[in-house]
């Protein structure tokens, strides 16, 4: 991958192996992840690009060079988006919806409705969940792979006081990429054969 990789971001690879069972799996992460501030209100999207399924989420109001200072912060960024994304494959559905609708309703069925609930709201206000599930249905000696990425993609990434003021450069993937889906189409490797 080389310098391209300036961007936060890792690879999540699942693999199934067994005799004759019925598998479903669940993967999902929540909004708190855009925000150090569970008070913040979030937004996101979920698309499809390049054979991918993406969810994205990121604070409303975006703190660029921020870090939440709150006791449950952690000093976590305030700007950028997170994203989180999954190989379109026979089986996997997507939801973007609070936690209970997703994983309730998972534990119901297996498998997730596809709903994208567009009601941008704060951290905290019936939890904003990304999920992917993908039904293995039944796995034979042939293991089944399940490829996951997540990352965050800042548009900026320093700033620094020189001749002249402050001044921020943009994150090394800018130059590669003119938005986060070829970051997300990178990182995931869709279609990679190993």
Known sequence: MGVRTTFKSTLISLLVSSWKFYYSLLANYQSEWASGDR?????????????????????????EFDESDKPDG?????????????????????QADS??????????SGRLNNNIDNQFRQVTDRWPVFAFSRDLFKVEQAPVRTLFSIG?????????????GLHRKESLWKSYWGDDSGVVSFVSCSGCTS
Do not use: K
């Not at 979030?42 to 390049?50: A, C, G, L, T």
């Not at 965050?152 to 002249?164: C, P, V, W």
């Open 39 to 63: 008070d913040a209100v979030v937004e996101w999207q979920s698309r499809q690009v390049n054979g991918l399924s993406i969810h994205t989420v990121w604070r409303q109001q975006q703190l």
């Open 74 to 94: 952690n000093g976590m960024a305030n700007w950028g988006r997170i994203w989180y994304a999954a190989e379109n494959v026979p089986g996997m559905t997507r």
């Open 99 to 108: 936690d209970q609708n997703c994983r309730q309703g998972f534990a119901r």
């Open 152 to 164: 965050l993609a800042q548009t900026y990434a320093i700033q620094f006081l020189g001749n002249g």
